[in-house]
């Protein structure tokens, strides 16, 4: 049933220790795998299974079971296991299903779980019976599994399925069943992650704690959701304000920054550093760019220290000159330690390093010499 393999300890007639720190089947032999062999090789060993961590596990196995049950419930019975993984930490389901499962659907497959868990199911354990008489009895049966001719059957209320692992016994001892994530892993195939127990008891306090932390930082909000809401129509609104705030600016920028042009070889050039954002430095850039067919701009800028350059050349010097904004921004982004690229006419380059910002408008006028 894809469940991990017990740990613990094996200890000897004179009290040494040795830790197993995983166990496997091959053969239908059990494999114990040691960090250190025992000095005495045949003696006698008293084999202790870390209880703690089979609790766990076993709860997470008999979830599998119940989750199971309860995607053939609710989603339909083409449902098939595909795969699983069962860990003391946490249980993975791979399952047979033809879209996404909706939030609304795994909330009921996890209301369901949880049912069954409420309804404190005990474990009814059928040994070595045969496959047939197991079937019978509505077993489940894994398409493609390899079974003997004599099985163990696990039982709790209507799930019934043929497996080999440690189960709780009963539903109760599970605690809660929450589901953490569900995503496609191949086509038509979905997986589901979910924890249990203890797993989730650490979840719902984490998320407390967190629930805390907000309505602290909300200065102890009576309605937290409401007051993100509001924080977050108030944040659009201050957003668009800005926006025109910086437009305005880039405007006001526009005639200042005429009067800097300098002619090189006959083209109007001009590199600075402006306090505005990318957007502002775009907008200014297509602004001066409406003053003549011989711009040659870049301008810089460095929002929260990220660096940032914005180059703007005339259509008629691309056709003329064979100017490139795209090589340009190319070029002088390596003073930035970044790079981009874009239209001949207009190219952008972002960085990380704004104190290259000065050289890159240094060496810009190497361009139009």
């Known amino acids: 049933g894809g469940q991990t ?84 930490a946490s249980l993975r389901f791979d399952f047979s299903h033809f879209s996404k499962v909706s939030d609304e659907e795994l909330k009921e497959v996890e209301n369901f779980v949880n049912a069954r868990i409420r309804e404190s199911l005990p474990l009814i354990e059928k040994r070595a019976i045969s496959k047939d008489q197991a079937l019978e009895e509505g077993a489940i049966a894994l398409f493609g599994e390899k079974y003997g001719d004599l099985v163990r059957m696990i039982k709790f209320g209507d799930s019934v399925e043929l497996c080999g692992g440690t189960h709780v016994a009963n539903t109760a001892d599970i605690w809660h069943f929450k ?31 967190s629930y805390e932390e907000i309505r602290e930082t909300l200065k102890n909000a009576q309605d937290p959701v409401k007051a993100i809401q509001s924080l977050q129509e108030e944040n659009i609104q201050l957003k668009k304000q800005l926006e025109i705030l910086l437009k305005d600016k880039a405007k006001n920028m526009k005639g200042d920054l005429a009067k800097e042009l300098q002619e090189v070889n006959g083209i109007q050039f001009l590199a600075k550093q402006v306090d505005l954002n990318a957007e502002g430095a775009k907008d200014l850039a297509y602004d001066l760019g409406n003053l003549g067919n011989n711009l040659f701009l870049l301008l810089a ?60 408008l240094t060496k810009a006028i190497d361009f139009v010499k």
């Open 179 to 209: 589901i953490i994530s569900e995503g496609a892993v191949a086509a038509g195939i979905r997986r589901i992650e979910a924890i249990t127990s203890e797993a989730a008891k650490d979840y719902f306090e984490s998320q407390l704690l």
């Open 5 to 88: 393999g017990d740990k613990g300890y094996l200890e000897a007639q004179n009290g040494d220790i040795v830790y197993i720190i995983d166990t496997k089947k091959e053969n239908n032999q059990t494999i114990h795998l040691a960090k250190s062999l025992p000095e005495n090789l045949t003696g006698t060993f008293n084999a202790v299974v870390d209880a703690l961590q089979r609790a766990k596990t076993s709860s997470n196995h008999s979830a599998t079971h119940l989750l199971h049950q309860g995607l053939r419930k609710i989603l339909g019975t083409h449902i098939e296991q595909k795969g699983s993984m069962v860990r003391n």
């Open 301 to 360: 800028t460095a929002e929260d220290g990220k660096p940032m350059l914005t180059c703007y050349i005339s259509k008629e010097l691309v056709a003329e000159r064979k100017l490139n904004a795209g090589q340009v921004v190319r070029e002088l982004g390596k003073y930035i330690q970044g790079g981009g690229g874009g239209q001949p006419f207009f190219a952008t380059a972002g960085g990380k390093n704004a104190d290259g910002i000065s050289e890159a």
